[in-house]
Nanobody, 121 residues
Framework: VQLQASGGGLVQAGGSLRLSCAASGRAFSTYALGWFRQVPGKERELVAGINSGRSTYYAESVKGRFTISRDNVKNTVYLQMNSLKPEDTAVYSC????????????????WGQGTLVTVSS
């Protein structure tokens, strides 16, 4: 599966952004999907994931602010980000794997390119 992320940009603190990740290839509905973020000098962090059955995972730092969803007809996964904070500034990447959500980036075999989210204070 090939992934193409979009939707990053510059937003003020308290604002919202929606990231999209469109997939090509077969069996999109069977993959677990995740949104990771990375800042320079730090490991990639899973911020949200969604299984094929639509159960979800959220990092504690984004619970109540971010929502992950998937549209298996459009082969797209979304990350709605509300109440953004400067510490949410990062490069966000989408990823896919067979099986269930894992929090470790090395467990994902398919990656989209990153999209930069910058939150100004």
């Amino acid at each position: 599966v090939q992934l193409q992320a979009s939707g990053g940009g510059l937003v003020q603190a308290g604002g919202s952004l929606r990231l999209s990740c469109a997939a090509s290839g077969r069996a999109f509905s069977t993959y677990a999907l995740g949104w990771f973020r990375q800042v320079p000098g730090k490991e990639r962090e899973l911020v949200a994931g969604i299984n094929s059955g639509r159960s979800t995972y959220y990092a504690e730092s984004v619970k109540g602010r971010f929502t992950i969803s998937r549209d298996n007809v459009k082969n797209t996964v979304y990350l709605q980000m509300n109440s953004l904070k400067p510490e949410d500034t990062a490069v966000y990447s989408c990823a896919a794997r067979t099986g269930y959500i894992r929090t470790t980036s090395g467990d994902y075999g398919y990656w989209g390119q990153g999209t930069l989210v910058t939150v100004s204070s």
